[in-house]
């Protein structure tokens, strides 16, 4: 469950439309939201609010967690904002700043568009860096945190031009009967309600084109568009196996989760372990 903690005064105006904006992942903008309005569940905020914590920061441990020490003042945060070359500018508006959340914005007022992109993404990834350590006790490195902001905002990017092409297609094509004594089962999914839900729909033929099998389902989810797709091709898989299915071909419209599981190389992000998943489920499908 989300913690939001509200703390921003209301009569302040910022441009809020400029974060809203950015071209990164829908559910970066909605942690760009929260942290801008300093409603992130840090220790220095729920000690605030009576919540009995550790309020000191879950990385160093050396001083109190608060937005500007997490994500800014941090030996961690401010080696990851040194190796994007953003280290002095974000020291000089710290030396400066009237309040957190005027620092926040006058550093995205000062930075190109495709830097205000890496910088979202690398606050994003510090927090879940933090929660990392915190809930898992895994310690992430300021290259790991950075590879992770770009991997995530590479794949999205990719993703979005995909699924532009895709609407926009050249030519239509039909559907084509799997060969005798082969399955076939067609996977598609798409994102609802300001990109939170996730839905999902299957079906499976055999080769006289008969209808087998029909599945549909939703998931509440902040995922990219490549893994959702690779939840959805996951999905089909196991309600293959599940039913006994042994020879299948799955066919889905978008082409980034086949190519990036025929690729030798497995990202270090969260599509990467959704890609393992998907291989493993595909070793177990029995051959016959």
Same mark, same amino acid.
């Given at each position: 469950?989300?913690?939001?903690?509200?703390?921003? %005064?209301?009569?302040? !105006?910022?441009?809020?439309?400029?974060?809203?904006?950015?071209? /990164?992942?829908?559910?970066?903008?909605? @942690?760009?939201?929260?942290?801008?309005?300093?409603?992130?569940?840090?220790?220095?905020? #729920?000690?605030?609010?009576? /919540?009995?914590?550790?309020?000191?920061?879950?990385?160093?441990?050396?001083?109190?967690?608060?937005?500007?020490?997490?994500?800014?003042?941090?030996?961690?945060?401010?080696?990851?904002?040194?190796?994007?070359?953003?280290?002095?500018?974000?020291?000089?508006?710290?030396?400066? $700043?009237?309040?957190?959340?005027?620092?926040?914005?006058?550093? @995205?007022? +000062?930075?190109?568009?495709?830097?205000?992109?890496?910088?979202?993404?690398?606050?994003?990834?510090? *927090?879940?860096?933090?929660?990392?350590?915190?809930?898992?006790?895994?310690?992430?490195?300021?290259? @790991? /945190?950075?590879?992770?902001?770009?991997?995530?905002?590479?794949?999205? *990017?990719? =993703?979005?031009?995909?699924?532009?092409?895709?609407?926009?297609?050249?030519?239509? !094509?039909?559907?084509?009967?799997? %060969?005798?004594?082969?399955?076939?089962?067609?996977?598609?999914?798409?994102?609802?309600?300001?990109?939170?839900?996730?839905?999902?729909?299957?079906?499976?033929?055999? *080769?006289?084109?008969?209808?087998?099998?029909?599945?549909?389902?939703?998931?509440?989810?902040?995922?990219?568009?490549?893994?959702?797709?690779?939840? $959805? #091709?996951?999905?089909?898989? +196991?309600?293959?196996?599940?039913?006994?299915?042994?020879?299948?071909? @799955?066919?889905?419209?978008?082409?980034?989760?086949?190519?990036?599981?025929?690729?030798?190389?497995?990202?270090?992000?969260?599509?990467?372990?959704?890609?393992?998943?998907?291989?493993?489920?595909?070793?177990?499908?029995?051959? =016959?």
């Amino acid at each position: 469950m989300d913690l939001l903690l509200a703390v921003t %005064p209301s009569h302040v !105006s910022y441009n809020w439309k400029s974060l809203w904006s950015l071209k /990164i992942p829908p559910r970066v903008c909605s @942690f760009g939201w929260c942290f801008a309005h300093q409603c992130l569940p840090t220790r220095a905020n #729920l000690t605030t609010r009576g /919540i009995p914590c550790e309020d000191s920061c879950v990385s160093c441990e050396l001083l109190a967690e608060t937005h500007r020490h997490t994500f800014f003042v941090c030996s961690k945060a401010a080696d990851c904002w040194e190796k994007i070359g953003l280290g002095n500018l974000t020291h000089n508006l710290l030396l400066t $700043a009237d309040n957190f959340t005027a620092t926040l914005f006058n550093l @995205f007022d +000062k930075l190109l568009l495709h830097h205000q992109h890496l910088a979202a993404m690398v606050l994003w990834s510090l *927090s879940k860096s933090r929660n990392a350590k915190l809930w898992e006790a895994t310690d992430t490195s300021p290259n @790991f /945190i950075i590879s992770h902001a770009k991997d995530t905002l590479q794949e999205w *990017s990719c =993703m979005q031009r995909t699924k532009h092409q895709e609407q926009n297609p050249t030519h239509t !094509s039909s559907w084509v009967k799997p %060969p005798t004594g082969t399955l076939k089962g067609n996977v598609d999914a798409a994102m609802f309600d300001n990109n939170t839900i996730m839905g999902y729909g299957m079906c499976f033929r055999n *080769s006289l084109g008969q209808l087998l099998l029909g599945k549909s389902g939703f998931l509440l989810s902040f995922s990219t568009v490549l893994e959702i797709e690779s939840i $959805a #091709l996951l999905e089909s898989i +196991k309600t293959a196996i599940s039913n006994g299915m042994h020879t299948v071909l @799955f066919e889905t419209d978008c082409k980034s989760p086949v190519n990036a599981l025929t690729s030798p190389v497995v990202p270090i992000s969260e599509f990467g372990n959704l890609e393992s998943n998907v291989v493993g489920c595909c070793l177990v499908i029995p051959t =016959m």
